[in-house]
């Protein structure tokens, strides 16, 4: 009889209102990468985080190596060799990239003094091994989502644990970063360790999984060889029906010009140089004009800019010929401005209000949901459900489920929901399908789109060159906080785009020029 790594057998784990694992067995076979599938809100996080100890299962077992064991919590899960990165990163932010990897496993000598210049050496050695480039004196608040992920992952390899679970590790990552994390967890499953991947990108699960098993909804659909099976297969699984993967949209009609960023500057955070260095263009009513790049190269700051969370060095602002260089962000909203963030939990949602309140959040004030000074709960509650309804956001108490205790796709749905719903006339969406099934990607890109065709003029901010491609009318390459390079996504290959995106080419202005006249 086979002997399995991890068995879990019959897990059932229920909170308010909802089943969020009915009756589920995973078995993960020792030295194997095992992707885990399914839409937002299948149960997916709720399994690993049962694994993991951060939930206590309500029915069911767990065997680690044929063994039954008990995991109250995450110190016993490390005691049986289980690691965990999580999808929201469980990181402390004014502590260093260092002190976070080494928490709760600090090296001490004799007498117990911290044995800092061990436990460095042991992480840059280790950062070396895997291609997990970080810096680990810089503090968590200041560094991109992406060294973040990496500090996670370092965190779970420095306590050299056998079993590790990658809970959606590439959402935040870059085309590069994903392919050199695919080939660090074949490297880390040759090595013997055993691997279970929650992810919703496919193309990820066909190139390094052995095996699938999908949930749907809280149930368990079946566990398939990758070998024997194809994507578009696997959506059917996941979400009960066929999925288009491309994108289905008519040539843009660019209109007047709703966005003017002239000569823009933004200060680094980080270094004293400029994360946006003198940059200049536009958006028209209309069209989709796509920011890419590889992460960390100043998108970041371009739309902190833009979007008034960061203040200008230089430059000016224009929405709708109006100057809002210096404009509040409450009035750059008033104004006609969306904005889907990047980072949902620091910028998008207040995690502690419900859903209800998180959906009015920027419009509260506006008669229909205020009156004589006081909120109309009625309106609200209303408002809310039509948008849960129209976006398909699943919450265990709908309305007023905490947000903190949603599923991170559902979180993003409802940012979605709420900002489109607004009726921007300019939509600045940073990263909008980070995290979403491809169910969801499909719904939200029919809605950018659905922007665009009435009229709306939509700044997208991607790291996904596949979306990159398939949703903008125009490419706007960023390296090192300047643009390098304007593209027609029908003229212009992935490959061509990701040398802009590495620095090693960029366009003069004549070519420029050129490109502006070909496309007149």
């Known amino acids: 009889m086979e002997q399995y790594a991890v068995e879990m057998l019959h897990i059932t784990k229920r909170f308010p209102g909802i089943i969020a694992n009915d009756d589920i067995t995973l078995q993960l076979r020792k030295g194997e990468i095992h992707a885990l599938l399914g839409e937002n809100g299948a149960g997916k996080s709720t399994l690993m985080s049962v694994l993991f100890g951060l939930y206590t299962p309500d029915e069911g077992e767990i065997c680690i190596n044929g063994h039954p064991a008990k995991i109250k919590n995450p110190n016993d899960a490390n005691a049986l060799g289980i690691g965990m990165v999580h999808q929201h990163f469980k990181l402390v932010e004014c502590f260093t990239v260092l002190d976070n990897i080494i928490l709760g496993v600090e090296p001490v000598d004799k007498l117990t003094f911290l044995q800092k210049k061990q436990a460095r050496d042991k992480i840059m050695e280790m950062s070396e091994k895997w291609g997990l480039h970080v810096n680990p004196d810089a503090l968590i608040s200041d560094i991109t989502v992406g060294m973040q992920q990496r500090t996670e992952i370092l965190k779970m390899l420095y306590r050299e644990n056998d079993i590790l679970i990658f809970d959606e590790p590439t959402a935040v990552l870059t085309p590069q970063e994903i392919d050199e994390l695919m080939q660090i967890m074949k490297n880390l499953a040759a090595e013997g360790k055993s691997i279970l991947f929650i992810t919703h990108k496919l193309n990820e699960i066909m190139a390094v999984a052995d095996r699938c098993s999908v949930l749907r909804k809280g149930k368990y659909i079946g566990t398939v060889d990758i070998k024997d099976t194809n994507k ?136 229909q949901f205020t009156k004589k000074g006081f909120l109309r709960r009625g309106n609200i509650r209303q408002y809310a459900e039509k948008l849960i309804d129209q976006y398909d956001v699943r919450s265990g108490q709908g309305p007023v489920t905490a947000a903190r205790s949603m599923s991170g796709g559902n979180q993003q749905k409802a940012i979605v929901a709420r900002e489109i719903d607004k ?74 785009l990701g040398l802009y995106m590495a620095g090693a080419k960029r366009q003069t202005a004549a070519e420029e020029t050129n490109d502006e006249t070909v496309k007149e």
């Open 232 to 367: 578009a297969e696997l959506s059917r699984m996941m979400v009960g029906r066929d999925v288009k993967f491309a994108v289905d949209k008519a040539p843009a009609q660019p209109g007047e010009e709703i966005l003017r960023v002239e000569n823009m500057t933004v200060a680094s955070r980080q270094h004293s140089n400029n994360a946006v260095k003198n940059v200049s263009f536009s958006v028209r009513r209309g069209e989709i004009v796509c920011i890419a790049g590889i992460d960390g190269n100043g998108q970041s700051e371009l739309v902190f800019g833009i979007t008034g969370l960061e203040p200008l060095a230089g430059g000016k602002l224009f929405l709708k010929g109006k100057n809002i260089t210096r404009m509040p962000i409450r009035q750059r909203s008033i104004s006609g401005m969306s904005h889907i963030p990047e980072d949902r939990h620091k910028h998008g949602l207040v995690l502690d209000y419900t859903l209800e309140d998180n959906m009015v959040l920027q419009r509260y004030f506006e008669r």
């Open 423 to 496: 009726d921007p006339e300019l939509l600045v969406a940073v990263q909008p399908t980070r995290g979403l099934d491809v169910g969801a990607i499909e719904y939200i890109h029919q809605q950018i789109v659905a922007q665009r065709d009435a009229g709306k003029a939509v700044l997208l901010v991607s790291l996904e060159l596949d979306e990159v491609m398939n949703v903008s009318d125009r490419i706007l390459v960023m390296y090192e906080g300047e643009i390098v390079g304007e593209f027609d996504p029908k003229q212009v290959t992935v490959e061509e």
